[in-house]
């Protein structure tokens, strides 16, 4: 993919491939709202401070993993529908969310089956490494780790916590989904390891000279912002979009 401006730079250029085939369309104005530490690759008519900045943030790794239970029962005895276990490899589960909508009915008695979110810890936090370093390596040993590791981990996880009251997670856990997020939240500033005038909230950091307007491209996203918020991802769309319509 290429985002550049047309040579009267009175138009945009869009280059991609779809099914193996490129294609190119042009606009007055583009948003780039996608991942931004991608844009230095996208946009060659970016400058380098511009790309020195882009390429200062990490963004955090996730895995998300369902597992569906035949029943809850042991869960109901124990009292505890969430459970955090910091320094495990599942640091934390939940029962999903008792919600209604439609034609569905969440699960309310023991005896239904019932999914619960387990949440893996990708990120080597014992390291002393700082938090953007730990992002690349946890990213890294996410995506080389084979499913087998966080069926056994869940498993085991499920055992120690819900064990003592009546489950035996090899019997009870009917399906596993692991969702990979190599590329996940937004890097939001820490100021145990960034320089302390780095703050999102006040707007100042290399967010900021990251998402500069190029002409008629402007950037969004909430990586643009420096928080993993669903506002600040609108805040960015907004004032995105303003920078083109003052054109």
């Not at 790309?51 to 042991?74: D, I, M």
Request: proline share 7%.
């Amino acid at each position: 993919m290429e985002v550049r401006h047309a040579a009267d730079g009175a138009a945009v250029d869009v280059t991609y491939v779809q099914d193996g085939t490129t294609h190119r369309v042009r606009g007055k104005h583009a948003v780039m709202a996608c991942y931004n530490h991608m844009l230095p690759w996208i946009c060659p008519e970016m400058g380098e401070e511009q790309k020195t900045a882009l390429r200062y943030a990490s963004k955090t790794p996730f895995s998300y993993t369902q597992v569906a239970l035949g029943n809850w029962r042991a869960i109901a005895k124990s009292g505890h529908g969430m459970v955090y276990s910091p320094g495990a490899f599942v640091s934390e589960v939940w029962l999903d969310f008792p919600v209604s909508m439609g034609g569905y009915e969440y699960p309310k008695d023991p005896d239904d089956p019932i999914v619960v979110t387990a949440y893996p810890i990708e990120t080597p936090d014992r390291s002393g490494l700082a938090p953007r370093d730990q992002f690349r390596v946890g990213r890294a040993a996410m995506l080389a780790r084979p499913f087998a590791e966080y069926e056994a981990g869940i498993l085991e996880q499920f055992d120690k916590v819900w064990g003592p009251y009546g489950m035996d997670a090899g019997r009870d856990v009917a399906a596993i989904t692991v969702n990979r997020w190599p590329h996940g939240y937004a890097y939001t500033y820490d100021p145990l390891w960034d320089p302390p005038e780095y703050d999102a909230y006040a707007d100042t950091g290399p967010h900021v000279a990251g998402r500069a307007q190029m002409h008629r491209i402007s950037i969004a996203n909430s990586d643009a912002g420096a928080q993993a918020l669903v506002q600040t991802a609108m805040d960015q769309g907004h004032r995105a979009v303003t920078e083109q319509l003052a054109l």
